[in-house]
Nanobody, 123 residues
Framework: QVQLVESGGGLVQAGGSLRLSCAAS????????MGWFRQAPGKEREFVAAISWGGSRRSYADSVKGRFTISRDNAKNTVYLQMNSLKPEDTGVYYC????????????????WGKGTLVTVSS
């Protein structure tokens, strides 16, 4: 089992940037495919980005391509989400997820979740 703790959320103006972090503890971090999802009020949780075990493969939702970058540091047991050019529609709780196999653009592919960090983008 792996425990995940997100940090880095906050209030930012449209056009600004934030970097989210997700620290993992427990079993070997590089055994897990990692991803970020988000959930806006009244909406379902949606895929944002994912990164493979060694970091060579990355995938993004169309809505964030070119603006967000996912990365990981296996030596620090941490995955990051750099968010640039933020828009009000990026507002939501951002969740870090870990999967033994692969994180797809479906929350059901995730085996372990963090508790989330709130991102609010004002217009």
């Amino acid at each position: 089992q792996v425990q995940l703790v997100e940090s880095g959320g906050g209030l930012v103006q449209a056009g600004g940037s934030l970097r989210l972090s997700c620290a993992a503890s427990g079993r070997t971090f590089n055994n897990y495919y990692m991803g970020w999802f988000r959930q806006a009020p009244g909406k379902e949780r949606e895929f944002v980005a994912a990164i493979s075990w060694g970091g060579s493969r990355r995938s993004y939702a169309d809505s964030v391509k070119g603006r967000f970058t996912i990365s990981r540091d296996n030596a620090k047991n941490t995955v990051y989400l750099q968010m640039n050019s933020l828009k009000p529609e990026d507002t939501g709780v951002y969740y870090c997820g870990a999967a033994i196999e692969k994180v797809y653009n479906d929350p059901r592919s995730v085996d372990y979740w963090g508790k989330g960090t709130l991102v609010t983008v004002s217009s």
